[in-house]
């Protein structure tokens, strides 16, 4: 029998997974995700060690298949197809929100469940599935250890005025701050960057994390200095079903006029907005980019110009750049919209390499290209386990 740790990555449209052996290097054994979970067109593949296709199944279009019905399927197929040979050793966990309390990946117990159930109001859409599992495992394998890994560390390294609203400072002390999310994708991607771009790793890099939940954030030297998301992961750019900025006068607005409460409010901006809301078609943006309705072209430019806004953001916030990076599901495979918005970033010194950018090379920019652009694979399973094996190293 050999060590394994396995990762979950519970994201609001997909829970991905994979088991890597628990040796120093972390080989990666097997994995895979559920996709479309919510939507009518649920799908597993799994895969091998090799990141072959092994294994899928699809839900019919009733189904709406959830969190519970995609963990109970990963945990049926890794048992059947690894049970036997791998023992478990450790389990890294993504959580979105880790509030002022965890500014670095920590060993769960019921305590640290209990805090981080706290902030379920903060990140509806992520929290209760990260920790659904977490709870559950706690009850089944109480000595079994778990790894917490936050989203919003990454950003804890931000300046001051970076996280702060314009609030009065009480608020601000009580943690009513910017945290930023998706900062296991970007962590991922900075360690990487060295191997692609050593100037731009070394210098001035927006990474933009475009999947369902969607964000970009400023790179200086790989730390992360601003980002998009704020206090929750509604913030910044319009997504999958999500609004992004919203002038707050909105809220006060469908509150009076509308007689909207908290929660029918948290529907709308969360669940109904976004791709899917502007379109009344699809929060997916293949079935945006294949469809020939009006305002699924809407929903299309809408994104791409609230991209290219936030991106001279950022840029001003590093003071000039250096490199763009795309990646997650949209920025990984959807060269259409890379296209767009490299075309809108010309002014910034971005020159789009056609070719390169239709066979999703890594560098997709002109080797003139004053700003370089890259599409780079996310790996935030990676980034779990990594942080999952050297947290229990140290003890
Ligand atoms: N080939 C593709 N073309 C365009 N968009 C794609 C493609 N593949 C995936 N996507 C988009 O990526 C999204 C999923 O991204 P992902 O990063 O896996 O999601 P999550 O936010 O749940 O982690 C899908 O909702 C879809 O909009
Ligand atoms: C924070 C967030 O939006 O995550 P995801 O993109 O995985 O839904
Ligand atoms: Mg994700």
């Not at 963990?71 to 690894?82: G, P, Q, R, Y």
């Not at 060993?107 to 981080?116: C, G, I, K, P, W």
């Not at 360690?191 to 994390?209: C, N, Y």
């Not at 006068?249 to 409010?265: C, F, N, P, Q, S």
Request: net charge neutral.
């Amino acid at each position: 029998m050999n060590d394994a740790i396995v990762v979950l990555n519970a994201g609001s449209s997909s829970l991905k997974f994979s088991l890597f052996a628990g040796s120093d290097d972390l080989p990666f054994v097997a994995g895979g995700q559920v996709s479309g979970l919510y939507t009518a067109a649920s799908r597993f593949v799994g895969k091998d060690a090799a990141g072959k296709q092994v294994a899928e199944k699809r839900w019919d279009a009733d189904a709406k298949l959830d969190h519970h019905g995609a963990i109970a399927h990963i945990v049926e197929w890794l048992k059947t197809t690894h049970g036997h040979e791998h023992r478990l050793s450790a389990v890294g966990h993504r959580v979105v929100h880790g509030g002022m309390d965890y500014a670095a990946p920590v060993r769960v117990d019921s305590e640290v469940v209990a805090r981080l159930e706290k902030l379920v109001p903060l990140a509806p859409l992520h929290q209760p599935h990260n920790l659904a599992p977490i709870r559950a495992l706690l009850k089944r394998a109480p000595e079994l250890p778990q790894v917490a890994c936050f989203d919003t560390a990454m950003h804890r390294s931000n300046p001051p005025l970076a996280q702060m609203f314009a609030l009065p400072k009480a608020l601000s002390d009580e943690g009513v701050r910017r945290y930023g999310f998706h900062g296991l994708s970007y962590e991922y991607i900075a360690s990487v960057l060295p191997k692609f771009d050593p100037h731009a790793a070394s210098g001035r890099t927006v990474v933009l994390h475009l999947g369902n939940g969607a964000s970009m954030c400023a790179l200086q030297a790989g730390r992360s200095i601003a980002s998009t998301m704020g206090f929750t992961a509604v913030d910044g750019l319009p997504m999958g079903t999500r609004c992004g900025a919203l002038d707050p006068g909105v809220i006060l607005y469908l509150m009076d006029e509308r007689g909207m409460d908290a929660r029918a409010i948290e529907k709308l901006i969360y669940s109904q907005s976004g791709l899917l809301g502007v379109s009344g078609v699809s929060s997916d943006m293949r079935e945006l980019l294949e469809s020939d309705q009006p305002q699924a072209k809407v929903a299309v430019d809408l994104f791409v110009y609230r991209i290219g806004r936030e991106l001279g953001s950022l840029a001003a916030a590093l003071g000039g750049l250096d490199a763009i990076v795309f990646t997650a599901g949209i920025g990984e495979h959807a060269p259409a919209v890379r296209e767009r918005i490299c075309s809108q970033a010309a002014w910034l010194g971005v020159e789009l390499d056609p070719d390169a950018n239709a066979s999703r090379a890594p560098r997709i920019s002109t080797p003139s290209s004053r700003v370089s652009a890259w599409v780079i694979p996310t790996n935030e399973e990676l980034m779990i386990a990594r942080h999952t094996r050297d947290l229990l190293a140290r003890g």
